[in-house]
Structures are given as C-alpha cells and as structure tokens.
C-alpha cells in the first residue's frame, strides 16, 4: 500500500505537470565534427547558442497567427553547441499561460539543414534578420571538432480577441529555453532532486508506517488485567 504521504506528493508533481505550458524535443548528440578556423564560420549566421555550460536562454519570441504560408507561425533558430557526442538531451520551451501559443520544436544535423533546400532558406531569412540587431555575437567554441546542431523553434498564436490590433500582430512570447542533458541517457538531470525527494519520502514514510503499525499491533496484543 503506497503511503499516503507519498500519493499526495505524486498527485502534485502529476498536477503542475498538467498545468506547465511545455514543450519538448528529445534527442541523441550527433558525433563530433571538424570545424574549420578559416573561411565562413558559424558565428557568422548570428544564431543564439545554447550549451551544457549556457543551458538556458530567456527571450522574448515573435508569434504569428497560422496561415497557408506559415502553418505553424514563425521561425527562430539556434545552435545546440559543446554537446557530449551520443549522449541524450532534452531542449525545452516553456512559456506562461497567459501567452496562449502553439510550439514545436526540431532539431537538424548541420548537413541535413545545408542539403534541404526548405530548411536553408528558411534559416537565411531568419539569419539575416538577426544581423540587423545589435546584440553581442554568442562566443565561438575553440575546439577543432565539436558536436553540434541546429534547433528550430516555431511559434504559433492561439487565441481570439475582439482587439484587431492584437489580432493583426500578435504580441511576442515571453520564453525559456533550457537544454536538460540525459543522466545514464535514461533521467534528464533537472528531474533528479524531484526524484530523489520523492524517493525519500516514499522510504521515510514506509519506516513511519512500519514503527506506527508495531506500535499499534503490540498495544493491542498486550495481555488485559480482569
């Protein structure tokens, strides 16, 4: 019989769960590969990078109501860098539930994203978009080969208002970006202090129960004087 304790505790973790406006992409790094020091670099397409090190970004991103053009709202894009090739991660978006939008979230191979020609055009546009704001560019890495990909976010309003203002240009989303790598490549390391709480209350709560349950088992057992 699982302690009541312990169901309360499952009940709330099931609970924000339910209620937290996240979505996730699930991956495995892809191996490392050679990264040239001279000629086009990738600090060059003025993406946002996140890494083991920078594991969170928090932005404001722009949305977009879908239409035949942009199903799934607008496009940003980021670089995944420093990964531990072959291990798993996690990137997650998460955003308030006063913002109501629609993510989804994909992750690219570097050549996958160069031999498509969809996908290139699309990381251009939005390329060259981040070169005309004045932002300090993201620290290249200094390693000859490196595991890295590219991340796409895609952003859609989902509301309806009687304001056509904010129907005709949706406001922008406040949003965190956090890259969660895989402990074993089976928990991802955020979950770990939740699980371990949990794990030791479930323990102490059995050893309370047990002590409690002697306890009561032996007064009742206990010879009564006529």
């Known amino acids: 019989m699982i302690p009541k304790a312990c169901m309360t505790v499952l009940f709330v973790l099931l609970l924000a769960q339910a209620h ?14 050679s ?12 993406l946002p990078s996140i890494t083991p090190e920078k594991s969170s970004l928090r932005l404001s991103l722009p949305a977009a109501f879908p239409s035949e053009k942009q199903p799934r709202g607008l496009d940003t894009w980021y670089m995944l860098r420093s990964l531990n090739p072959s291990q798993r991660y996690e990137v997650r978006v998460c955003w308030a539930a006063t913002q ?13 994203v160069f031999d498509t020609p969809d996908l290139i055009q699309r990381l251009a546009v939005f390329s060259e978009s981040q070169q005309a704001i004045d932002r300090p560019e993201s620290p290249g890495s200094e390693a000859s080969e490196e595991s890295l ?33 895989y402990l074993a490549n089976a928990l991802a390391r955020s979950l770990l202090p939740t699980v371990v709480y949990v794990v030791a209350l479930a323990v102490g709560s059995w050893i309370l129960s047990g002590m409690i349950w002697k306890r009561l088992f032996s007064s009742t057992n206990k010879p009564h004087n006529d």
């Not at 990264?35 to 003025?46: A, D, K, N, R, V």
């Open 20 to 33: 937290a406006n996240t979505e996730k992409v699930i991956f495995v790094s892809p191996p490392a590969v």
């Open 35 to 46: 990264i040239t020091t001279s000629g086009p670099s990738f600090e060059q397409l003025h």
């Open 100 to 112: 109501p939008t629609n993510f989804w979230l994909d992750v690219y191979n570097i050549s996958h």
């Open 149 to 181: 990909l590219f991340l796409r976010v895609q952003a859609a309003a989902d509301f309806f208002s009687t304001n056509k203002t904010l129907m005709n240009s949706p406001p922008a989303v406040d949003v965190e970006l956090i890259l969660d790598p």
